[in-house]
């Protein structure tokens, strides 16, 4: 057919008529589709990011605290702190604090209600609200409003929740949540945003930290880590004090004492005109209760509505007078007044209530509390009652969803006790009753909340509740919503986590309960078939059952949940101190817990390996797994783990021994380590000869043997040091006895010059300095400061040390480069003891001057100025050295020093008491008054005669040589108020 004769032809396509000569474009319409799939997707992770509906949480706040009353909160628009900060063009935090029951929380739901009327998206978080009460759920809950609001935004979002893998994880990275956040920040399209965080102080420490860190990336203009949003965003959090906030700037609430105590006033006359009873009574006394209510307060709204609770348990004047009186202005004084006021029998479950309130991971309805403490629903909410405004029920929040795009959905409560929430009526409660500082306060020790032991008890109750739902045969998905089995199932390991040291006896083998328990494992591995993918689900802190089973102990269970496809070698972080992470995988832990229990694990790891390959790798396979677990057996120690992983195919080569040889002296692994590692190629060759002693006791002989046996230098060291130094300063004689065996040159000198002898000294190591002592070491060496072992010893005040030295035969008037001797640095110091023992051994008392050695023991070579302290004096007159007196009162001491108050004395008194006839004499020749009275007109030789001994008459004869009566002595006025006192 020609070209002219098809161009004549009429072609219909569907409904439509082409004339010959006619142009169709042919396509398929994808608009509508498009824009299904992408609600699709845009649904799809709002329902992945649901924590709580803000609204909801929002509207159940006002539940149970009230409606805001009509005029309260309205000063905030006018102040100039917070009208900066909403004014700013640029992003911004602020910080408004305030102590409980200070309004906080109401100033924040009129902020959020306020800000609904302008342009900005507007984001809130409620942390008293248990589901939001992690830095997890915080940032899930800021994700999915964006997402409500913006929904352009779920590009930054769809990728991460993809997969059911990756969508698992993200959920419970609180990393890959605030990259999410922070790229939706920097997205031009989302316009400004105004958020706010109330009560973030009332979330976990780990979690405020964390948060708190990051926002100050945001907003901390000096930091040089700071994200700059495109969009202005400007972020409230209302909470008590927190350090991490200081920084910024701060609407103190405590400071606005006459806004606060104007709203205070507004609160009172409204709850009162809620009341019958207050209708009743006339104007003037009204007028006197509400100034009593407002006088009482100190601006505590929460202080107001239990104080009108208490007015409306009694009828008259009188009795509202003596109980307005009788209401305790300190909250905590008000809890326990409270408590007291709870009778009969039904105390204790009203305690109990109040402890699975407190502790509960999340709100708990009625029924779920019900079948926690084995009572009816009715009785549940009857110990609401009698709780005395303690707790509170909150009403079941239904929504109804819209039919129309167009339409917001909306909330109605519906007051069913079959899904009431049971709620502290404000946090402050629950820190009351688990306070360690309340135990003065808190009259009712029935009601304190032992945590641990509570946690623990929950635990224990979640645990059977679960092990009677599967032995039903019932799975997580088939649970029903409402009920404590559904409670258990997400939350018994976070309440297990909080048990402390008693989670050791949960897991004890021995506990009966811990016997059902791995048949429990077993049966939900096995009843509900899950797969790898299931068995290494994360939960919110991104840990899988694997890493808990091993960091734990329990190998049973951890082998059962490896058996089922659990990961040993993926990778995870746990918290540290100060907030720090630190990476690790789950065989890392089963390697903590020995060689033996590790094994099954290790060969589980390194599964696909071929054992002792006969052939050098292949360039191309990865050793990245095998490096890092023997890097970690080094750490542990254990050379076993080693021997597993070489018998498992592992290679082990030289670059990596040498980093493991590194690691097992930084712990100090014992001997068996250090040689296996040098036969698989380590060397002692550049590593630090002094890595294994400087880190204390441990197995170091073997150490320094196997590295010596190896080759090392026993005369190397660092910083100065010989290794002769480091041994002697950590460790007994041993290993510094291996050393000198092996060559090391027992007078080697530091950079100082100090010998090992002197370290061993300054350590107080005598056995070393003996054994050093008895191999011959030069004990007069001098350092770089003229001095030598002895000065050393006397420096230090190491009287064994003095004494080991003279034994060996060292010179006890041995001069310092200042001429100075050994003994004259004793008295310089008072230690008398050690200058007796010098000069008991020969020691000169030289003051310097270098004649010692023409001098007799005791003889003064000259002056050497120090000072003498009469009580010092006094001291060494009782010590009995007489030697040490002359020189003392030779070089100024008063010998009619007179010390003590009550029950004074004299040296020469002391001397006579002491029957120390070479001492009296000694003092007489140095100027001692034998007429010294001291009470009662008592001379020296009244005192004698007291005696009956030979030193009698001696003492009597030196007294009378020098002028001495028996009569009335002479007592010397005080001149100073020292010679009082010393």
Request: hydrophobic content about 40%; aromatic content about 6%; overall charge negative.
């Amino acid at each position: 057919m020609g070209a002219e004769a098809r161009a004549n032809i009429a072609v219909t396509i569907g409904d439509v008529n082409l004339g010959p000569g006619a142009t169709a474009i042919l396509g398929m319409n994808k608009v509508g589709s498009d824009f299904e799939t992408q609600e699709k997707t845009i649904q799809r992770c709002k329902n992945e990011l649901f924590v709580s509906e803000p609204r909801s949480v929002r509207a159940e706040l006002i539940n149970t605290k009230g409606s805001l009353t009509e005029g309260t909160c309205r000063w905030i628009r006018h102040n100039e702190i917070y009208r900066s900060w909403l004014d700013a063009q640029e992003s911004g935090l602020l910080w408004i604090s305030g102590r409980p029951g200070r309004g906080k929380t109401m100033l924040s739901i009129f902020l959020t209600r306020e800000w609904e009327s302008l342009p900005d998206h507007v984001l809130y978080v409620f942390c008293g609200d248990k589901s939001t009460s992690d830095e997890v759920t915080i940032m899930r809950s800021l994700l999915y409003q964006v997402l409500d609001q913006a929904p352009s935004m779920v590009n930054h979002v769809e990728d991460c929740l993809g997969t059911e893998e990756r969508t698992k994880r993200t959920l419970s990275s609180r990393g890959d949540l605030w990259a999410m956040f922070t790229s939706m920040l920097k997205d031009p399209k989302l316009g400004p945003v105004l958020g706010l965080i109330d009560g973030l102080d009332e979330c976990q420490r780990d979690s405020t930290r964390w948060l708190l860190n990051n926002l100050r990336q945001v907003f901390d203009k000096g930091s040089r880590s700071t994200l700059s949003p495109r969009n202005p965003f400007k972020l409230a959090i209302v909470s008590r004090d927190m350090v991490g906030l200081r920084s910024f700037p701060q609407l103190n609430l405590e400071t606005k004492t006459d806004a606060i105590a104007r709203d205070v006033y507004r609160v009172i006359d409204a709850k009162m005109k809620e009341h019958d009873l207050f209708s009743e009574l006339d104007d003037g006394f009204i007028k006197e209760v509400k100034t009593a209510l407002w006088d009482h307060s100190d601006g505590t709204f929460l202080w107001v509505g239990f104080a009108i609770q208490e007015l409306l348990s009694v009828e008259t004047k009188t009795e509202m007078r003596i109980a307005l009186d009788a209401i305790p202005q300190d909250l905590g004084a008000l809890y326990s007044k409270i408590l007291l006021r709870i009778k009969g029998p039904m105390r204790e479950k009203i305690a109990q209530l109040l402890r699975w309130v407190t502790l509960a991971c999340h709100s708990l309805t009625v029924d779920q509390l019900a079948e926690a403490l084995d009572v009816d629903a009715q009785t549940i909410v009857d110990l609401v009652a009698m709780s005395g405004s303690l707790l509170t029920l909150g009403r079941r929040i239904v929504w109804d969803t819209p039919t129309s795009r167009n339409v917001k959905p909306t909330f109605s409560m519906q007051w069913r006790n079959k899904g009431a929430m049971v709620k502290l009526v404000h946090a402050s409660v629950g820190e009351f009753l688990k306070g360690e500082a309340n135990n003065d306060i808190l009259r009712t020790p029935e009601f304190r909340i032992e945590v641990e032991e509570m946690e623990f008890h929950i635990t224990q109750r979640c645990l059977s509740v679960l092990e009677a739902s599967l032995s039903r045969s019932l799975v997580r998905d088939d649970m029903p919503v409402n009920t404590l089995s559904s409670y258990a199932t997400f939350s018994w390991p976070e309440h297990a986590r909080r048990c402390g040291e008693r989670l050791e006896r949960l897991l004890d083998s021995d506990n009966a309960f811990v016997q059902r328990l791995l048949p429990l494992a077993q049966r939900m591995l096995r009843d509900t078939a899950l797969t790898g993918k299931q068995v290494d689900d994360l939960d919110y802190r991104g840990w899988s059952a694997l890493c808990y089973a091993l960091d734990r102990k329990h190998a049973a269970v951890a082998q059962l949940l490896v058996d089922h496809g659990a990961s040993l070698t993926r990778d995870f972080e746990k918290q540290k101190w100060l907030g720090n992470t630190e990476g690790f995988k789950p065989i890392h832990k089963a390697m903590e817990l020995g060689a033996e229990v590790a094994e099954p694990f290790l060969k589980k790891a390194l599964e696909g390996i071929s054992p002792n390959p006969l052939t050098r790798q292949p360039p191309f396979r990865s050793t990245a797994l095998e490096h890092n677990l023997f890097r970690k057996a080094a750490t542990l120690g254990d050379e076993r783990l080693i021997r597993i992983m070489i018998a498992s195919g592992a290679t082990l080569d030289s670059d990596v021994a040498q980093l493991a040889l590194k690691d097992a002296l930084e712990i100090r692994g014992g001997a068996a380590l250090i040689e296996l590692l040098l036969q698989q190629g380590a060397s002692h060759r550049g590593l630090d000869p002094t890595m294994v002693l400087r880190h204390g006791a441990g197995p170091v002989y073997g150490q320094v043997k196997a590295l010596l046996d190896d080759g090392m230098d026993p005369n190397s060291g660092s910083e100065g040091r010989p290794l002769l130094h480091w041994a002697v300063a950590g460790f007994g004689s041993e290993v510094a006895e291996l050393l000198l065996d092996y060559g090391a040159h027992i007078n080697a000198q530091d950079d100082y010059g100090k010998s090992a002898l002197v370290v061993a000294l300054a350590v107080n190591n005598m056995e070393s300095a003996s054994m050093l002592l008895e191999r011959g070491v030069d004990m007069t060496i001098k350092d770089k400061y003229g001095d030598n072992a002895l000065h050393w010893a006397i420096k230090l005040r190491r009287p064994r040390g003095t004494e080991l030295l003279l034994q060996h035969g060292m010179d006890v008037n041995i001069q310092d480069k200042d001429g100075r001797t050994a003994l004259a640095s004793v008295l310089e110091n008072w230690d008398l003891s050690t200058a007796e023992l010098l000069v008991e051994h020969g020691a000169c008392i030289d003051g310097g001057g270098g004649r010692s050695n023409s001098l007799e023991p005791g003889e003064d070579a000259g002056e050497y100025d120090i000072y003498i302290h009469p009580s010092s004096f006094l001291e060494a007159v009782w010590e009995g050295s007489v030697q040490i007196v002359r020189f003392l009162l030779r070089h100024g001491a008063d010998a009619n020093a007179r010390v003590g108050v009550l029950d004074p004395t004299t040296p020469l008194r002391a001397a006579i008491l002491n029957r120390h006839v070479d001492m009296v004499k000694a003092l007489l020749e140095h100027g001692a008054d034998p007429n010294r009275a001291l009470r009662w007109s008592e001379t020296p030789l009244y005192w004698n005669q007291g005696f009956d001994d030979e030193e009698r008459a001696q003492i009597t004869e030196l007294l009378l040589q020098k002028g001495g009566r028996y009569g009335r002595g002479r007592m010397r006025r005080p001149t100073r108020l020292w010679d009082t006192f010393v």
